[in-house]
């Protein structure tokens, strides 16, 4: 896959963490939801994923461990 910011060839693997990966979101510097992007019961949660090392970039699968944030 190519990098959708530089154009360069991407590396294909998956992330890896620690058993829970949250996203925190910001608003106005404020937190606001708190999201589960993966977890894991053994071992470490693994996401998917394409990693861009000339930009510094990664793009993720990332499952629905809960239900998608209203708006
Ligand atoms: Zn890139």
Known sequence: MKCPFCGEEMMEGYLKAGRYVQ???????KKGQEYLVAKSFMGD???????CPYCRKVILNISLVEERPSR
Request: cysteine-free.
């Open 23 to 29: 996203f925190q979101e910001l608003r106005d510097g």
């Open 45 to 51: 949660a693994k996401m998917d994923g394409f990693l």
